[in-house]
């Protein structure tokens, strides 16, 4: 499909969303063709070459596959020569009473404004998150192949699985039973199958991290994780760990060889942080402390400041765990346990959640503990941290853990609506000179090629 030749229809009753969708992909289409689309509704006759967006009357719609509660679900497709852009929501059955500053904007089509993000991206190369950086590409002459598109829905990401190539690789998880959040866990395998998890992810992905780490394993018998780390004590990260341990069905599909932590007492998860505990929070500060309790022979170590682990050639050293005497200042993301890991001789600084107390504790380190090759950007790319501390890191790569909701920072209603810092932290590094395309790398969905812990440095 030439796009100097197509144009948008929108269904005659279109949404706020849907007709944001439709004047964001004129917008890049005129940017990158010349071409100015005509917009037109679906009681015109159908035709070819057509870019149809969100709910409408035309045969190939994705109405069969919308349902309640998948408002950041959405497709994108091509059919009889037409495209396809659909968030799969529904509007919520009664509106929500107003009672905050910051309820989404749910109108059902959320999911077609990512599709048309994505879009953009995706097929004309249009980098508009850095529109203060980036000269956009002319081609008059782009065509849309027959086959094009995606799937980003819950079904879909929850039955993937890596493929399972030689080692050191990176794995992310990617949240596919909440579409709205963001990956919460890693599996690294090194050079000799040795497989490494870092936390783990939401309740529903624990099936797809056990079904992962058997994709990973190359040995015989069942599945043996040799080293375990965990973070901090967040849903989205022990969540699918706990389901783990209480599902036993689960639990016995592996086995745990050493699980590191630091998590802090009860009683600042209790009452004594900043923030409230949620519904499970102590259970899983329990069943996490006794985690051998579940994996006899497993050992469980409390990590300090200063820690190295290594297996099979890749090492982590421990730059900054949390003091309970910051009980008053931090939230649970501030409790974050800081890692540098090194593999194939380059150093990657894994912020996990880390706010403004771990950024205080980090930049008191001692000059050049802080470099780094790659920096895993902080909570899921929010980068929580200070600009500070990726200064002090002096990258030259950023992997981001993260889907599109905070990607594109959307709510409904616009870019950057979703305020969780990912357009600053994306300046931030812009500033000190690391924010082309092949400087980050944006994980929003699990690599069916896994990443490799190589990442070249750009010359």
Same mark, same amino acid.
């Given at each position: 499909?030439?796009?100097k %030749?197509c144009?948008?229809?929108l269904?005659?009753?279109?949404?706020?969303n849907?007709r944001r969708a439709?004047?964001f992909?004129s917008k890049?289409?005129r940017?990158?063709?010349?071409?100015?689309?005509e917009?037109v509704t679906?009681d015109?006759?159908a035709?070819?070459?057509?870019?149809i967006?969100?709910?409408?009357?035309?045969?190939?719609?994705?109405s069969?596959?919308?349902?309640g509660?998948? @408002?950041w679900?959405h497709?994108a497709y091509?059919?009889?020569?037409s495209?396809?852009?659909?968030?799969?929501?529904l509007?919520?059955?009664e509106?929500?009473?107003y009672?905050t500053a910051?309820?989404l904007?749910?109108?059902?089509?959320?999911?077609?404004?990512l599709?048309?993000y994505?879009?953009?991206?995706?097929?004309?190369?249009?980098?508009?998150? %850095?529109?203060a950086y980036?000269e956009y590409p002319?081609?008059p002459e782009?065509d849309?192949?027959d /086959?094009f598109g995606w799937?980003?829905?819950?079904?879909?990401?929850?039955?993937l699985?890596p493929?399972n190539?030689?080692?050191?690789?990176?794995?992310? #998880?990617?949240?596919?039973?909440e579409?709205? +959040?963001?990956?919460?866990?890693?599996?690294?395998?090194?050079?000799?199958?040795?497989?490494i998890?870092i936390d783990?992810g939401?309740?529903?992905?624990?099936?797809?991290?056990v079904g992962?780490?058997? @994709?990973? +394993?190359d040995?015989?018998?069942?599945?043996?994780?040799?080293l +375990?780390?965990f973070?901090h004590?967040h849903?989205?990260?022990y969540?699918?760990?706990?389901r783990l #341990?209480?599902?036993?069905a689960?639990r016995?599909?592996?086995?745990v060889?050493?699980?590191?932590h630091?998590?802090l007492s009860?009683?600042?998860?209790?009452s004594?942080?900043?923030?409230?505990p949620?519904?499970?929070?102590?259970?899983?500060?329990?069943?996490l402390t006794h985690f051998?309790s579940?994996y006899?022979?497993?050992?469980?170590?409390m990590?300090g400041?200063?820690?190295?682990?290594?297996?099979?050639?890749?090492?982590f050293?421990? #730059?900054?765990v949390p003091s309970e005497a910051?009980s008053?200042?931090m939230n649970?993301?501030?409790?974050?346990v800081v890692?540098m890991?090194?593999?194939c001789?380059?150093?990657w #600084?894994?912020l996990a959640?880390?706010?403004?107390?771990?950024?205080?504790?980090?930049?008191s380190?001692?000059?050049?503990?802080?470099?780094?090759?790659?920096?895993?950007v902080?909570?899921?790319?929010?980068?929580?941290?200070?600009?500070?501390?990726?200064?002090?890191a /002096?990258?030259s790569?950023?992997v +981001?853990?993260?889907?599109?909701?905070?990607?594109?920072s959307e709510?409904?209603? /616009?870019?950057?609506?979703h305020?969780?810092g990912?357009?600053r932290t994306?300046?931030?590094?812009?500033e000190?000179g690391?924010?082309?395309e092949?400087?980050?790398i944006i994980i929003d969905d699990?690599f069916?090629?896994?990443?490799?812990?190589?990442?070249?440095r750009?010359d």
């Amino acid at each position: 499909m030439k796009l100097k %030749n197509c144009r948008i229809v929108l269904g005659a009753f279109a949404s706020f969303n849907e007709r944001r969708a439709a004047a964001f992909l004129s917008k890049y289409i005129r940017i990158v063709t010349g071409h100015i689309p005509e917009k037109v509704t679906d009681d015109v006759p159908a035709a070819t070459g057509e870019i149809i967006v969100g709910r409408t009357s035309r045969p190939g719609d994705a109405s069969s596959l919308r349902s309640g509660g998948t @408002a950041w679900a959405h497709v994108a497709y091509m059919k009889d020569g037409s495209l396809y852009l659909s968030g799969l929501g529904l509007p919520p059955a009664e509106e929500p009473p107003y009672n905050t500053a910051y309820r989404l904007m749910d109108d059902g089509c959320i999911g077609t404004v990512l599709a048309a993000y994505a879009f953009v991206e995706k097929a004309l190369g249009c980098d508009f998150l %850095n529109e203060a950086y980036t000269e956009y590409p002319s081609d008059p002459e782009i065509d849309i192949p027959d /086959g094009f598109g995606w799937e980003f829905t819950s079904s879909r990401l929850l039955s993937l699985r890596p493929e399972n190539r030689k080692g050191p690789l990176l794995v992310s #998880l990617p949240s596919g039973s909440e579409l709205n +959040w963001n990956m919460s866990g890693s599996i690294i395998k090194t050079e000799h199958g040795k497989l490494i998890v870092i936390d783990g992810g939401h309740p529903g992905a624990a099936e797809q991290l056990v079904g992962c780490i058997e @994709a990973l +394993w190359d040995g015989e018998g069942r599945p043996e994780v040799s080293l +375990w780390l965990f973070t901090h004590l967040h849903n989205d990260h022990y969540g699918a760990i706990l389901r783990l #341990l209480s599902e036993p069905a689960l639990r016995d599909r592996i086995s745990v060889k050493k699980f590191c932590h630091h998590l802090l007492s009860p009683a600042f998860y209790a009452s004594e942080g900043r923030e409230k505990p949620g519904a499970t929070t102590l259970e899983a500060c329990e069943a996490l402390t006794h985690f051998d309790s579940y994996y006899p022979g497993c050992e469980v170590k409390m990590l300090g400041k200063g820690d190295v682990l290594d297996t099979d050639g890749i090492s982590f050293e421990v #730059l900054r765990v949390p003091s309970e005497a910051d009980s008053k200042l931090m939230n649970y993301n501030d409790t974050s346990v800081v890692l540098m890991m090194t593999a194939c001789g380059q150093r990657w #600084l894994l912020l996990a959640d880390a706010e403004f107390v771990a950024s205080r504790d980090l930049l008191s380190l001692p000059a050049g503990k802080l470099r780094a090759d790659v920096v895993e950007v902080g909570h899921h790319g929010c980068g929580n941290v200070s600009k500070h501390v990726y200064e002090a890191a /002096g990258a030259s790569a950023s992997v +981001w853990h993260t889907g599109p909701r905070f990607l594109y920072s959307e709510s409904g209603e /616009g870019l950057g609506t979703h305020n969780t810092g990912v357009v600053r932290t994306r300046a931030w590094l812009r500033e000190l000179g690391l924010g082309t395309e092949n400087e980050h790398i944006i994980i929003d969905d699990l690599f069916e090629t896994p990443l490799p812990m190589k990442i070249i440095r750009k010359d």
